[in-house]
C-alpha cells in the first residue's frame, strides 16, 4: 500500500512570495489533514478535511493561508504572501475514518523563507 | 486547551538497555494518544495507538500504557538498538470527528554501540 505523497520535498522562497504544497493521502483516506511543524516543536493542526469538506481550520492564518482538497482525494496547501515565520515543515496525513482514527504521515515538505 | 509534554526532552543510551519515555497530558477528556516516532528530515511514523477505553499496546520492543485519568502515557522500548535512536512524539486527539492531534515537543533518543 502507498503511503501519504507529498511534493515538493523543499522549498526556498522569499517573503512575500507565494508557494504551494502538494498531498496525495492514502488511497480511500476520507480525511486528510495539513500540520505545521516549525523546529523544535510538535505538529500543530492546521486543517482538517473530511472527503472535500472543511471540519476543521481554526488555526489556519485564513489572511494568508488556503487550502482545498477537490474531489475529495488530493489537496493543496498555499501561502500568499509568506512571512519570515511560515518557515517550517508541513506536514500531510490522512486517516480512513472519521477524525480520531489512526493518522498517517507523509514526508513533509520543508519550506525555508528568506 | 489541552497541552501535552513530553519528559525528558533528551534521553542517550548505550545499546541493550530498557528505556521509558513519558508523556502527560492537561484535559483527560480524550479519544486516543498514539505514539510516533520522527527520523531526522523525515515524516511521522506511527507506532502506537491506544484507545481511550485501553490501558495498553505492545508491538515486538514496545510496549505503550495509558492512564487517562491522571494524564499520563509511558512508552517502553525493550533492549534498545542504535537503529531506534530518533526523536519520539507522543499525540493525543480529543474526539471521533474532530481529529485534530495536539503534540508534545518529543524526547530525542539516541542509542550508541
Known amino acids: 500500500e502507498a503511503g501519504v505523497a507529498q511534493s515538493p520535498r523543499y522549498k526556498i522562497i522569499e517573503k512575500r512570495q507565494s508557494v504551494a504544497f502538494w498531498c496525495n493521502p492514502i488511497s480511500g483516506h476520507a480525511t486528510l489533514y495539513w500540520y505545521q511543524q516549525i523546529l523544535g516543536q510538535g505538529p500543530k493542526l492546521l486543517i482538517q478535511f473530511q472527503n472535500n469538506g472543511v471540519v476543521d481550520d481554526s488555526q489556519l492564518p485564513k489572511d494568508r493561508f488556503s487550502a482545498e482538497r477537490l474531489k475529495g482525494v488530493d489537496s493543496t496547501l498555499k501561502i500568499q504572501p509568506a512571512k519570515l515565520e511560515d518557515s517550517a515543515v508541513y506536514l500531510c496525513?490522512?486517516?480512513?475514518?472519521?477524525?480520531?482514527?489512526?493518522?498517517?504521515f507523509g514526508p513533509g515538505t520543508r519550506l525555508t523563507v528568506t | 486547551k489541552q497541552e501535552v509534554t513530553q519528559i525528558p526532552a533528551a534521553l542517550s543510551v548505550p545499546e541493550g538497555e530498557n528505556l521509558v519515555l513519558n508523556c502527560s497530558f492537561t484535559d483527560s477528556a480524550i479519544y486516543n494518544l498514539q505514539w510516533f516516532r520522527q527520523d531526522p528530515g523525515k515524516g511521522l511514523t506511527s507506532l502506537l495507538l491506544i484507545q481511550s477505553s485501553q490501558r495498553e499496546q505492545t508491538s515486538g520492543r514496545l510496549n505503550a500504557s495509558l492512564d487517562k485519568s491522571s494524564g499520563r502515557s509511558t512508552l517502553y522500548i525493550a533492549a534498545s538498538q542504535p537503529g531506534d535512536s530518533a526523536t519520539y512524539l507522543c499525540a493525543v486527539s480529543r474526539g471521533s470527528t474532530l481529529g485534530r492531534l495536539y503534540f508534545g515537543r518529543g524526547t530525542q533518543l539516541t542509542v550508541w554501540p
Open positions: 496525513a490522512s486517516s480512513a475514518g472519521t477524525g480520531g482514527s489512526e493518522q498517517y
